[in-house]
């Protein structure tokens, strides 16, 4: 249970995150746990006002900390509890606080235990990890022999947690959540979002098109993140009742809505294959696919999904012109006469694959993934997509140069789409 000044803290808490690593500054291991944790506290209506990456640096550790005190209710401090000289993070936070450690003979049995159960003893190294800072309480770790620590301080709360996620995540739901909650109160207000999934239009078309809505917001506040070849509009609330959250998120779901129609394709969570899944079910149609370019990605995401063999036939991965032939019957005259990266053979591509594989829907990209290849006439980026039925084909042509990958994500995102419009008939 929480006490003192941060148990007082009943309707709103800030917090700060600390990662420390000298491993995270080189960029040799991504920092999942600041954003996981960042998520989390969001969802329980924490907010979050700096995070930093401290490397392993007693002093520097140390000073960091002192600052977060002063401005943050609650510290959040990830990685350096392990049993090596570099694991400094106990030594921080008993230097920062002023407060000298001592060893836990409860944490020293459950290491013994720890290590006794897998018929091994521990090292004078791993009874580094029963140090405690004066005052502080340790954590329990369910998957390793790290302890966590709660602090309470003048300031606030400060919770060292392990840094492989693994050790990290349960600890965190488990121990630091509930304790937040308890501090918080029943009646304290959450973060709801609802984010509107777009296709079709870009960011800065968006942001003029609900330019003043934006410009007026205060609650829920509107922000737009753009992706490859797709647009979010995220709506966010605090509220204490869900109901009272949802109606103010809905008045301007609804004018967001009013104003950008068809661009509109899906919310939160959603994916577009999942989407066009749903779609085909519904209307007891196959897909199959014919992929240059892309190489079988788009393949990929449609079987990601659930079920997606109800109604995917298959791909053809026909990269080399012999395939485009033989297999998907591009005759040879349009390889000659328009080549590989061109509507014609996307349409012929389309069509080929329908039948083929006996689909009610097709589904073709061939273009110019890069870095070489690409000419005056068709550069790097130059793709054809295609999608047809059994009363044509649509074929539309785009430009989008960058890394394969790049290519690749956005070219399958635009399929997905033109895809979703020609079962829904927009196309």
């Known amino acids: 249970m929480c006490g003192g000044r941060f148990r007082e803290l009943i309707s709103t808490?800030?917090?700060?995150?600390?990662?420390a690593g000298t491993e995270l500054l080189l960029g040799e291991i991504v920092d999942t746990n600041a954003?996981?944790?960042?998520?989390?506290?969001?969802?329980?209506?924490?907010d979050v006002y700096y995070r930093h990456t401290v490397g392993d640096n007693l002093g520097r550790l140390?000073?960091?900390l002192r600052h977060a005190f002063q401005r943050s209710d609650v510290v959040i401090i990830t990685?350096?509890?392990?049993?090596?000289?570099?694991?400094?993070?106990?030594?921080?936070?008993?230097?920062?606080t002023s407060r000298p450690l001592f060893r836990s003979p409860e944490a020293v049995a459950t290491l013994r235990a720890f290590f006794a159960a897998r018929g091994?003893?521990?090292?004078?190294?791993?009874?580094?990890?029963a140090d405690l800072p004066q005052g502080g309480v340790h954590l329990h770790n369910s998957c390793g022999t790290a302890p966590g620590i709660r602090l309470e301080h003048e300031q606030g709360v400060v919770f060292a947690l392990p840094g492989p996620p693994v050790e990290l995540k349960p600890m965190f739901e488990n121990a630091v959540i509930p304790d937040l909650l308890d501090a918080l109160g029943a009646r304290h207000e959450r973060l709801h979002t609802r984010t509107l999934l777009l296709c079709d239009i870009g960011e800065s078309n968006v942001a003029d098109i609900l330019g003043d809505i934006i410009g007026e917001q205060t609650d829920p506040t509107i922000a737009l993140y753009a992706s490859p070849a797709q647009v979010r509009v995220r709506m966010a609330t605090k509220a204490?009742?869900?109901?009272?959250?949802r109606a103010c998120l809905a008045e301007t779901e609804r004018l967001i809505r009013e104003r950008l129609g068809e661009h509109v394709w899906g919310v939160d969570e959603d994916t577009m294959e999942a989407a066009i899944g749903e779609l085909l079910r519904q209307a007891r149609?196959?897909?199959?696919?014919?992929?240059?370019c892309t190489g079988g990605l788009f393949a990929s995401r449609i079987t990601d999904v659930p079920g997606s063999s109800d109604y995917f036939r298959g791909c053809v991965v026909a990269y080399h012109n012999e395939i485009k032939m033989h297999v998907l019957g591009v005759p040879e005259s349009i390889l000659q006469q328009h080549g590989a990266v061109s509507e014609q053979c996307a349409e012929a591509m389309v069509q080929g694959v329908r039948s083929a594989l006996g689909a009610d829907y097709g589904v073709a990209t061939t273009g110019i993934a890069g870095p070489g290849g690409g000419t005056d006439e068709k550069p790097v980026g130059l793709v054809y997509v295609g999608v047809g039925d059994a009363n044509g084909t649509h074929v539309e042509s785009f430009n989008w140069p960058g890394s394969r990958a790049q290519f690749k994500s956005r070219v399958t995102q635009i399929a997905l789409n033109l895809l979703r419009k020609r079962i829904i008939g927009t196309v």
Request: net charge negative.
């Open 13 to 19: 808490l800030n917090a700060e995150l600390i990662s």
């Open 35 to 46: 954003a996981y944790v960042s998520q989390k506290l969001a969802e329980i209506g924490v």
């Open 62 to 64: 140390a000073e960091v």
């Open 79 to 96: 990685g350096g509890l392990g049993p090596t000289q570099d694991d400094i993070t106990r030594e921080a936070i008993a230097e920062a």
């Open 120 to 129: 091994r003893v521990p090292t004078d190294s791993n009874f580094r990890q």
């Open 240 to 245: 204490a009742e869900e109901q009272t959250a």
């Open 285 to 292: 149609a196959s897909l199959a696919v014919a992929e240059s």
